[in-house]
């Protein structure tokens, strides 16, 4: 509750950002979905065998869902330059395929929950980066501030409520 209380201050209730909100709630909870389906997947499989069938079924229906990109914008073109390939390849391999099994082990030791509540940082960082590379930092007030504090107290309450959680359940050895 706080984290949806944070975001909606950042945003200012301003009703111009209603469809993006809105896609980025269906965003947060396929993302949670996610997490916790593959929190019980990896207790069985191997991470890399899940996220190869991951990204094998991503790419077949990408690969199904392009004619219907190309009917509906005939202008734009699809093949990358040798150097755009290359770095797509680094992109996909290093930021892409790698994170996710990564992520896929830490679901052995960390709770879905947790994860999840680590990924309501992830507005933030883009804010962040808007500022820095993109000079957006002019419009921001003091709600968004609040908005930001109310996004990080929730993920650092979840934190110690875990880790409490953690070592009540288990019993320390001296």
Do not use: W
Not at 25 to 46: C, G, K, P, W
Not at 52 to 70: E, I, K, N, S
Not at 77 to 93: E, G, H, K, N, V
Not at 112 to 117: D, E, G, P, Q, V
């Amino acid at each position: 509750m706080l984290t949806l209380l944070g975001i909606s201050l950042i945003f200012h209730f301003d009703s111009s950002y209603q469809l993006g909100i809105l896609l980025g709630v269906i965003s947060s909870a396929f993302a949670a979905l996610y997490t916790i389906y593959n929190e019980r997947l990896v207790q069985f499989y191997d991470s890399k065998l899940i996220n190869f069938y991951q990204m094998l079924g991503g790419t077949l229906v990408l690969g199904f869902a392009l004619p219907f990109y190309f009917y509906n914008f005939p202008d734009q073109t699809f093949i990358p330059s040798l150097t755009d390939t290359f770095y797509l390849l680094i992109l996909a391999s290093c930021c892409t395929v790698a994170l996710y099994v990564m992520f896929a082990e830490s679901l052995k030791k960390i709770p879905a929950f947790t994860i999840n509540l680590t990924f309501n940082l992830e507005p933030i960082y883009s804010i962040i980066l808007a500022f820095l590379f993109f000079n957006e930092g002019q419009s921001v007030n003091f709600s968004f501030y609040i908005g930001i504090s109310l996004v990080m107290t929730s993920v650092l309450l979840q934190s110690i409520i875990s880790i409490r959680k953690k070592n009540t359940v288990e019993p320390q050895t001296s």
